[in-house]
């Protein structure tokens, strides 16, 4: 092999490479798994100061699956900022209910909800408060 020629082999090597990851980062936005991505868009309201301490236990405890701000995740649990989850349909008990004895899925495709243990009756109260007053600014009543 002639240098000339190895270069152009060199220069082919890189061209097809360059086609590859080309390729892979065009199409990664599309195939890109979208597990993990907030489901709704939550404008966050001025909270109370009962509410700020349930934001703390909901982050602890359900952001996991709920996402940030309750906006639900890809893949995961559904955003209870969400007309299902307004007051009249999943009233304070039904949140209570789904803490202490878990969910079994029913509207969502993400499987069940497992009971969440190590919360008291007051922090529930704030948990649920929090999450009606980002209700509230999105709409939701
Ligand atoms: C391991 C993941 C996970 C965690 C942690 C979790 N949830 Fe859930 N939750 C889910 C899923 C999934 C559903 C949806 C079930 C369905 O298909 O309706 C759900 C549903 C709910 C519902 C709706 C109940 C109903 O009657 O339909 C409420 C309310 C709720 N979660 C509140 C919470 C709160 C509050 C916390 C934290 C204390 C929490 N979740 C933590 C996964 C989770």
């Known amino acids: 092999m002639n240098l000339s020629e190895r270069n152009k082999v060199i220069l082919i090597v890189a061209l097809a ?3 590859v990851g ?6 990664s936005d599309e195939s890109e798994n979208q597990s993990g991505r907030p489901i709704v868009i939550v404008d966050i ?5 009962a509410a700020r301490s349930g934001e703390q236990a909901f982050v602890k405890n359900c952001a996991s699956c709920h996402g940030n701000n309750a906006a639900g995740l890809e893949g995961r649990a559904p955003p209870l900022v969400h007309r299902i989850y307004e007051p009249s349909h999943h009233g304070d008990m039904a949140f209570v209910g789904a ?5 079994r899925a029913h509207h969502w495709p993400f499987g069940n909800m497992p009971p969440v243990d190590g919360l008291t009756d007051t922090e529930i109260q704030n948990i649920i408060l929090y999450v009606r ?3 509230r600014a999105n709409g939701i009543y």
């Open 45 to 49: 309201p001025e909270l109370s100061i």
């Open 99 to 103: 803490v202490r004895n878990g969910v």
């Open 17 to 19: 490479l360059i086609a």
């Open 22 to 27: 080309g390729y892979l980062w065009l199409t």
């Open 133 to 135: 007053e980002l209700q």
